[in-house]
C-alpha cells in the first residue's frame, strides 16, 4: 500500500525536522485526528498485542480486545491496586478507562498535549469517579515532585521530540520506589539505546521484553476492520495518512517490523535514587522512519 501525499510529505518533516519542530507537528497530527474524528467508538489508536494470555473482559470491552491487551502487557506484574497511577500519552482515553475500572487504581489521571483529546475524554468518562484527563506536554509534565506510585506509557514516546527529558520529568513526578511501565516501537538502532538512556535517568529495569511479534499478530487480526473502520470513519482527505500511522499492512511501520529494521519493546522499571544533574541535558531517540 502506497502512501498518500499528505503523508509523505509528514513523513519526510519528521526525518528532518528539529526536535521542537517534530514535537508541535505530533501535537498538530492529534489535534486534527479528534477534531475531525470525535466518534466515541474510537477510543483507542494503539497497534494491539496478542500472545493468546489476555485478561477477562466485560462484554463491553471485547471490541476493543487486542487494544486492551497491549495495556494489560505493559502492566503485567506492576503493583496497581490502591495506587495513584499516571497515564503519560493517554490519547482518547480507552486505556485509562478500562485501567481504572478493572485493576482498582486508587486513582488513574490521563495526560495529553492535544487538547481536543483532552476534551473529548473529559466528556466521554465524566462518570468514572478515579479517572480525570488533564493537558500538558510529556516532556514538562504539570504535576509536583511524587504525586504517583505508577507511571505507564503505551506507544507513546516514539512522538517527543525530547525523550530524556520525558524520562527524568517520570522519575520526578514518581514516588520513592514507584514504579515505570513503558511499550513502544523505535528502529532497531534506537531501540538498543534506550535501555542505557532509562538507567541514567535513575530507573532500574525489572522485566523488559521484545514484542513485535504479538504485536504483528495483533495488526494481522485487526487489519481488515482497521481498514474497513479508517473507510467509515476517516475524511477522504486524510484516510491514506491514518492508514500509514495506523500500521496497516504495507505501510512503512509493518513492513519495518516484518524486516525486523522496526522493533517493539517493553521494559518496566523502578525509580531508584540518582544524582540527574549530569543527565539534564537532551536525548531524543527519536524513532528513525525510512
Given at each position: ?231 467509515k470513519q476517516v475524511p477522504k482527505s486524510i484516510r491514506k495518512s491514518v492508514e500509514t500511522f495506523a500500521g496497516v499492512k504495507g505501510t512503512p511501520v509493518y513492513e519495518g517490523f516484518v524486516n525486523g529494521s522496526m522493533t517493539y519493546h517493553r521494559h518496566m522499571m523502578k525509580k531508584i535514587d540518582v544524582n540527574l544533574g549530569s543527565n539534564s541535558g537532551t536525548g531524543s531517540a527519536r524513532m528513525k522512519i525510512r
Amino acid at each position: 500500500m502506497k502512501m498518500g501525499l499528505p503523508a509523505k510529505i509528514f513523513v519526510t518533516l519528521l526525518r528532518l525536522s528539529p526536535a521542537r519542530i517534530q514535537n508541535r507537528m505530533w501535537k498538530w497530527w492529534y489535534q486534527k485526528m479528534a477534531k475531525t474524528n470525535d466518534d466515541s467508538r474510537f477510543r483507542f489508536m494503539n497497534y494491539g498485542f496478542e500472545d493468546g494470555n489476555g485478561p477477562d473482559l466485560l462484554p463491553s470491552d471485547e471490541v476493543n480486545r487486542l487494544f486492551i491487551q497491549l495495556y494489560s502487557m505493559n502492566l503485567r506484574g506492576a503493583e496497581i491496586e490502591g495506587r495513584d497511577v499516571l497515564e503519560v500519552g493517554s490519547g482518547r482515553g480507552g486505556g485509562a478507562s478500562w485501567v481504572a475500572r478493572s485493576l482498582a487504581p486508587r486513582s488513574v489521571v490521563g495526560v495529553d498535549f492535544s487538547s481536543e483529546a483532552v476534551n473529548l475524554c473529559n466528556q466521554w468518562y465524566g462518570d468514572q469517579d478515579n479517572l480525570s484527563f488533564v493537558e500538558g506536554n510529556a516532556e514538562d509534565l504539570p504535576f509536583d515532585d511524587e504525586t504517583f506510585d505508577l507511571v505507564y506509557n503505551v506507544e507513546s514516546s516514539h512522538c517527543y521530540g525530547d525523550m530524556g527529558a520525558f524520562i527524568e520529568q517520570v522519575h520526578r513526578v514518581l514516588r520513592k520506589g514507584g514504579t515505570f511501565c513503558w511499550t513502544d516501537l523505535r528502529d532497531a538502532e534506537t531501540m538498543s539505546l534506550l535501555p542505557e538512556m532509562f538507567k541514567s535517568r535513575g530507573f532500574e529495569i525489572v522485566k523488559s521484553a521484545n514484542v513485535v511479534d504479538e504485536v504483528l499478530r495483533a495488526l494481522d487480526e485487526i487489519n481488515e476492520a482497521k481498514i474497513e473502520q479508517i473507510t467509515k470513519q476517516v475524511p477522504k482527505s486524510i484516510r491514506k495518512s491514518v492508514e500509514t500511522f495506523a500500521g496497516v499492512k504495507g505501510t512503512p511501520v509493518y513492513e519495518g517490523f516484518v524486516n525486523g529494521s522496526m522493533t517493539y519493546h517493553r521494559h518496566m522499571m523502578k525509580k531508584i535514587d540518582v544524582n540527574l544533574g549530569s543527565n539534564s541535558g537532551t536525548g531524543s531517540a527519536r524513532m528513525k522512519i525510512r
